[in-house]
């Protein structure tokens, strides 16, 4: 029988396409499918590539590959809002320029197979198309890649593989729902305590209590197991768009969570980070 955990998880939520609050799960009829959103293509050749953002405006670039972003000090939390949603085969980063700034350049790096992309971001109030942007690598007919020496022995002993949000974000889930005979971590992975009280103040304008109750480290990154409760009397639809914070991949046990004091009124978030929970809420 398939665990529990693993049919359970991995509902890595996707941004839902249209604007206003967050919809009850009421007011989504069976079926429902929201139109697909335009896309424009670019493709990876080597040379940086312009993203242009509007001002107060969110625009997502989608990769057709697990991503992390890295940010120059230059694009701190008060010039631009940065979350990506990670799943097995693509990552998604939403950028959302709270300031006018001059061009930046920013690393993407593929979690899959270690290669950088180059990204130009600029911000300007002028700047109205938000469509989102679809990056991809040229396959057929693209030029080899220029030979690399492989690593010594001793470069492979001392530098560990990069961490890889979905086996993460598993492992997390394993420790919260599998049998205790099956709980073990993989190797790199460390318990890292947690030391916050339960707050309201994860999600934006959501009635929802957020308690962090177990937390570990693998390189430079943090997974934080979150405890989610309703605490009012509709049912929510959670959105990964409405959380506060910095993180750099969120995912929900369940994206439903019933009235308060119903079954399944609570569910767990796993919240990856390159900081502990209440810095990276909190410390910034």
């Known amino acids: ?22 919809p009850k799960a009421a007011a989504l009829p069976a079926g429902f499918s929201p139109p ?13 590539i312009e993203i242009q953002l509007p001002v107060n405006q969110e625009r997502l670039v989608v990769f057709d590959t697990p991503v992390r972003a890295e940010l120059p000090p230059g694009l701190n939390a008060s010039v631009l809002r940065s979350q990506i949603v990670v799943d097995a085969g693509a990552g998604t980063i939403y ?8 061009k930046q350049r920013v690393q993407v790096h593929d979690l899959n197979n270690g290669n950088v992309y180059l990204l130009d971001l600029v ?36 530098v560990p593989p990069a961490p890889d949000y979905t086996s993460l974000t598993q492992m997390a889930a394993q420790q919260l729902y599998a049998p205790a005979r099956l709980l073990a971590l993989p190797a790199g992975v460390y318990p890292a305590g947690v030391h916050s009280s339960p707050t309201g103040d994860l999600f934006h304008n959501i009635p929802v209590t957020a308690s962090a109750i177990a937390a570990w480290r693998s390189g430079g990154l943090y997974i934080t197991a979150v405890k989610l409760v309703n ?32 079954p399944r009124d609570t569910t767990a978030a796993y919240l990856i980070s390159q900081q502990p929970f209440e810095d990276s809420l909190h410390g910034f």
């Open 1 to 22: 029988m398939t665990p529990y955990w693993a049919a359970a998880l991995l509902l890595l939520v996707p941004a839902l396409a249209w604007p206003g609050p967050t």
């Open 231 to 262: 605490q009012s009397s509709a049912e929510l639809v959670l959105d990964p768009r409405t959380l506060r914070g910095r993180w750099l991949s969120a995912c929900f046990q369940h994206n439903l969570l019933k009235p308060q004091g119903q």
């Open 123 to 158: 911000a300007s109030p002028e700047f109205k198309d938000s469509t989102r942007i679809a990056v991809g690598v040229p396959t057929a007919g693209a030029a080899k890649p220029e030979a690399v020496p492989p690593p010594s022995p001793a470069q492979v002993a001392t």
């Open 95 to 102: 950028w959302l320029a709270l300031a006018a700034f001059d």
């Open 36 to 48: 697909a959103a335009p896309v424009e293509h670019r493709v990876w050749d080597k040379q940086p």
